[in-house]
């Protein structure tokens, strides 16, 4: 098993579809059945941001993400969810320090912290049963 911050190299371009269009694609089709309008603008919203996200990837890759770009997209989303654990920590203890915040928030950063250690420690153990992903 390598380490969780073993870098990936640089992604390579190639003539697949860039993943943020498909992703985007499947958030649309989820915005289709939207209950209710406040659902349908916090997916677009999303979708808004997640063509910002796109362009800031490509501006610091040079390319847009794509499957198949010499990464491993396991890897590269397991490093990612260990950011997302650490960045919502913080929030939480942050809310938790602030005597005006709503305790509906801190229940909210309280259930996606423990949510997202699960789901990490989902990742490590199909990591190591798993020896295609090598981490």
């Given at each position: 098993?390598t380490s969780a911050n073993t870098p990936e190299?640089?992604?390579?371009?190639?003539?697949?579809?860039?993943?943020?269009?498909?992703?985007?694609?499947?958030?649309?089709?989820?915005?289709?059945?939207?209950?209710?309008?406040?659902?349908?603008?916090?997916?677009?919203?999303?979708?808004?941001?997640?063509?910002?996200?796109?362009?800031?990837?490509?501006?610091?890759?040079?390319?847009?993400?794509?499957?198949?770009?010499?990464?491993?997209?396991?890897?590269?989303?397991?490093?990612?969810?260990?950011?997302?654990?650490?960045?919502?920590?913080?929030?939480?203890?942050?809310?938790?320090?602030?005597?005006?915040?709503?305790?509906?928030?801190?229940?909210?950063?309280?259930?996606?912290?423990?949510?997202?250690?699960?789901?990490?420690?989902?990742?490590?153990?199909?990591?190591?049963?798993?020896h295609k992903q090598k981490a």
């Amino acid at each position: 098993m390598t380490s969780a911050n073993t870098p990936e190299p640089a992604p390579i371009a190639n003539s697949n579809h860039a993943v943020w269009d498909l992703v985007i694609d499947d958030v649309k089709t989820k915005m289709q059945s939207a209950i209710n309008v406040v659902l349908q603008t916090a997916y677009e919203q999303v979708i808004k941001d997640m063509h910002e996200r796109d362009t800031f990837g490509e501006l610091k890759y040079h390319i847009r993400l794509q499957a198949f770009n010499g990464r491993n997209a396991f890897i590269d989303s397991y490093q990612e969810l260990l950011d997302y654990i650490v960045y919502t920590k913080q929030a939480l203890i942050e809310a938790e320090a602030e005597a005006n915040k709503e305790n509906g928030y801190i229940a909210f950063l309280s259930e996606m912290y423990n949510k997202s250690i699960n789901t990490a420690t989902v990742y490590k153990l199909w990591m190591v049963f798993d020896h295609k992903q090598k981490a």
